[in-house]
C-alpha cells in the first residue's frame, strides 16, 4: 500500500467568535486556505483530483464546501469537491480520508483540510416549511442545538451540552478548578511564547477582510491568546454550571479558521515536484459513552498503538486538542502519562482557539512544523468528538 505524504500543511489565522474574521464567509475561508497550499506546493492544480473538506456546522448558503471552496480558490472544474464531518474530529478525518484515497490507488494527490466561521452558524425553525396554524415560531441556535442534539435522548437521557460532559468527568477523575485553571494558563502562556518567537510564520497565512468602506484589512494573527492571563484573573471567572470547574477561561473557544494541506503518494513526490514535510502513519476512531464523551481520546489512542504497535515512549510530541481544561486532565489520568515537555507545546483549543471542522487540519499543520523544528520522528494527534467518539492518528517527520 502507498504511503500517504503531507504536502504545504497551512492554516489560516483563528479568529474570536464575532471578532476580525466575521465578515468573512465559510468558502471564502476555505479558498484561502486552499490557494495558499497551491502555493506553497508549487503544485500544477489541474493534477488535483479531489478536495476533502470537514465542516461541522453547514447549511445551504455554501452547499458541499469542498467543491464550493475549489470553485472559489480557481481550481479548474473538472477538480471535484466534497464535504464530511466527524464533528471535532472532522478536520483529521478529512485527511485521513483523503490519505485511504491516495493509499488505495484512486487519487495521486488529494487537498484535504477542515472549515469553521461559527460566526456565522445561523438560527434556523423547523416550524416553516408547511407553514405554522397560529401562534409564535420558534428559533434555534444551530450551535448550542448540535450540542444539545448530539446524542439520543430516548437511549442516553438528555445531557444539556458538552459542558455537562466535561463536569461529569472532573467529577468522575477528581479534577479541581484549581488545577483546570492552571493548565488553561500555560496554555495561554505557550501560544504567546510561540507567536512571540516566531514559530508559527511558517504554517500561517493571512487573510483579507473586506471592510465595509475601503480598502480590505489583512488579518495575520490568532486573537484568542490571553497573553496577560494570570491564575487570579482566571479564578475570578464564575463557572458556567453552577458548582462546576468549567469556565470561559479553561475551555476551548468558539472559532473562525480554515486549514489545508495536500495529501500525495509517496511515489508521485518526484514527478509532481513536490516535498513532504510528513507521512500519515496510522489513525483509529472509536465511541464513548456520550454524557463523558471527552474522554474518547483514551480508547481512540489505545486502538491506535494496538494497530501501529507505538507507545507513549515513542511519540516526540502529543497533540491532544484542549476542550476543555478538566476535560484533558482527564484524558491524561485515563491514559496514565503526562510530560508537559511534549504535550501541546504551543496551546491548543483554550488558547488557539477551537474552529471544530477546521481543527484537526489546524493541528497537524502545527504537529508537523514542531516536529521539523525539534527533528523529532513520531507526532501523535488525538481529540474527543461530541457525542461520544474519539479519533486519533499518528504522523510520521518526513
Given at each position: 500500500?502507498?504511503?500517504?505524504?503531507i504536502?504545504?500543511p497551512?492554516?489560516?489565522?483563528?479568529?474570536t467568535?464575532?471578532g476580525?474574521?466575521?465578515?468573512v464567509p465559510?468558502?471564502?475561508?476555505?479558498?484561502?486556505?486552499?490557494?495558499a497550499?497551491l502555493?506553497?506546493s508549487?503544485?500544477?492544480?489541474?493534477?488535483?483530483?479531489?478536495?476533502?473538506?470537514?465542516?461541522?456546522?453547514a447549511?445551504?448558503?455554501t452547499?458541499?464546501?469542498?467543491?464550493?471552496?475549489a470553485?472559489e480558490a480557481?481550481l479548474p472544474?473538472?477538480?471535484?469537491?466534497?464535504q464530511?464531518?466527524?464533528?471535532?474530529?472532522?478536520?483529521?478525518?478529512?485527511?485521513?480520508t483523503a490519505a485511504?484515497?491516495?493509499?488505495s490507488?484512486?487519487?495521486d494527490?488529494?487537498?484535504a483540510?477542515?472549515?469553521e466561521?461559527m460566526?456565522n452558524?445561523?438560527?434556523?425553525s423547523?416550524d416553516?416549511r408547511w407553514?405554522?396554524?397560529?401562534?409564535s415560531?420558534k428559533?434555534?441556535d444551530?450551535?448550542?442545538?448540535?450540542r444539545?442534539r448530539s446524542?439520543p435522548?430516548a437511549?442516553?437521557g438528555y445531557?444539556?451540552?458538552?459542558?455537562e460532559?466535561?463536569?461529569?468527568?472532573?467529577?468522575?477523575?477528581?479534577?479541581?478548578?484549581e488545577?483546570?485553571?492552571?493548565?488553561?494558563l500555560?496554555?495561554?502562556?505557550?501560544a504567546?511564547?510561540?507567536?512571540?518567537?516566531?514559530?508559527?510564520?511558517?504554517?500561517v497565512?493571512?487573510v483579507?477582510?473586506p471592510q465595509?468602506?475601503?480598502?480590505?484589512?489583512s488579518?495575520?494573527r490568532?486573537?484568542?491568546?490571553r497573553?496577560?492571563?494570570?491564575?487570579e484573573?482566571l479564578?475570578?471567572?464564575?463557572?458556567?454550571?453552577?458548582?462546576?470547574?468549567?469556565?470561559a477561561?479553561?475551555?476551548?473557544?468558539q472559532?473562525d479558521?480554515?486549514a489545508?494541506?495536500?495529501?500525495?503518494?509517496?511515489?508521485?513526490?518526484?514527478?509532481?515536484?513536490?516535498?513532504?514535510?510528513?507521512?500519515?502513519?496510522g489513525?483509529?476512531?472509536t465511541?464513548c459513552?456520550?454524557?463523558?464523551?471527552?474522554?474518547?481520546?483514551v480508547p481512540?489512542v489505545?486502538k491506535?498503538?494496538?494497530?501501529?504497535?507505538l507507545?507513549?515512549?515513542?511519540?516526540?510530541?502529543v497533540?491532544?486538542?484542549?476542550?476543555?481544561a478538566?476535560?484533558?486532565l482527564?484524558?491524561?489520568k485515563?491514559?496514565?502519562?503526562?510530560?508537559?515537555?511534549?504535550l501541546?507545546?504551543?496551546g491548543?483549543?483554550i488558547?488557539?482557539?477551537?474552529?471544530?471542522?477546521?481543527?484537526?487540519?489546524?493541528?497537524?499543520t502545527?504537529l508537523?512544523?514542531?516536529?521539523?523544528r525539534?527533528k523529532?520522528?513520531?507526532?501523535l494527534?488525538?481529540?474527543?468528538?461530541?457525542?461520544?467518539?474519539?479519533?486519533?492518528?499518528?504522523?510520521?517527520r518526513a
Amino acid at each position: 500500500m502507498k504511503r500517504a505524504a503531507i504536502v504545504a500543511p497551512v492554516r489560516t489565522p483563528v479568529g474570536t467568535f464575532g471578532g476580525s474574521l466575521r465578515p468573512v464567509p465559510v468558502e471564502a475561508l476555505a479558498a484561502s486556505a486552499i490557494r495558499a497550499t497551491l502555493a506553497k506546493s508549487g503544485i500544477d492544480p489541474a493534477r488535483i483530483e479531489d478536495v476533502v473538506f470537514a465542516q461541522s456546522y453547514a447549511n445551504s448558503e455554501t452547499p458541499c464546501v469542498g467543491r464550493w471552496a475549489a470553485l472559489e480558490a480557481g481550481l479548474p472544474v473538472h477538480v471535484p469537491g466534497m464535504q464530511l464531518d466527524r464533528r471535532c474530529g472532522g478536520g483529521l478525518q478529512a485527511i485521513v480520508t483523503a490519505a485511504m484515497m491516495v493509499q488505495s490507488g484512486a487519487a495521486d494527490a488529494v487537498i484535504a483540510g477542515g472549515v469553521e466561521s461559527m460566526s456565522n452558524i445561523e438560527y434556523y425553525s423547523t416550524d416553516m416549511r408547511w407553514g405554522s396554524r397560529a401562534g409564535s415560531v420558534k428559533l434555534h441556535d444551530r450551535l448550542d442545538r448540535g450540542r444539545e442534539r448530539s446524542q439520543p435522548e430516548a437511549r442516553f437521557g438528555y445531557i444539556s451540552g458538552m459542558i455537562e460532559t466535561a463536569e461529569n468527568l472532573a467529577k468522575q477523575y477528581g479534577i479541581t478548578r484549581e488545577a483546570a485553571d492552571a493548565y488553561a494558563l500555560r496554555s495561554h502562556q505557550r501560544a504567546k511564547a510561540a507567536w512571540e518567537s516566531g514559530k508559527f510564520a511558517d504554517e500561517v497565512v493571512s487573510v483579507q477582510v473586506p471592510q465595509r468602506k475601503g480598502d480590505s484589512l489583512s488579518f495575520s494573527r490568532d486573537e484568542g491568546v490571553r497573553g496577560d492571563a494570570t491564575l487570579e484573573s482566571l479564578a475570578k471567572l464564575r463557572p458556567l454550571l453552577k458548582d462546576g470547574t468549567v469556565t470561559a477561561g479553561n475551555a476551548s473557544q468558539q472559532n473562525d479558521a480554515a486549514a489545508a494541506c495536500l495529501i500525495v503518494a509517496e511515489d508521485k513526490l518526484e514527478e509532481l515536484g513536490l516535498t513532504p514535510i510528513g507521512y500519515l502513519v496510522g489513525w483509529a476512531a472509536t465511541g464513548c459513552e456520550p454524557a463523558t464523551m471527552g474522554i474518547g481520546p483514551v480508547p481512540a489512542v489505545q486502538k491506535l498503538f494496538q494497530k501501529t504497535g507505538l507507545t507513549f515512549d515513542q511519540l516526540d510530541l502529543v497533540e491532544l486538542n484542549e476542550a476543555f481544561a478538566c476535560q484533558v486532565l482527564a484524558v491524561l489520568k485515563g491514559w496514565g502519562w503526562h510530560d508537559e515537555s511534549r504535550l501541546n507545546v504551543n496551546g491548543s483549543g483554550i488558547s488557539l482557539g477551537h474552529p471544530i471542522g477546521a481543527t484537526g487540519v489546524r493541528i497537524m499543520t502545527t504537529l508537523l512544523h514542531e516536529l521539523q523544528r525539534r527533528k523529532g520522528r513520531y507526532g501523535l494527534e488525538t481529540m474527543c468528538i461530541g457525542g461520544g467518539q474519539g479519533i486519533a492518528a499518528v504522523f510520521e517527520r518526513a
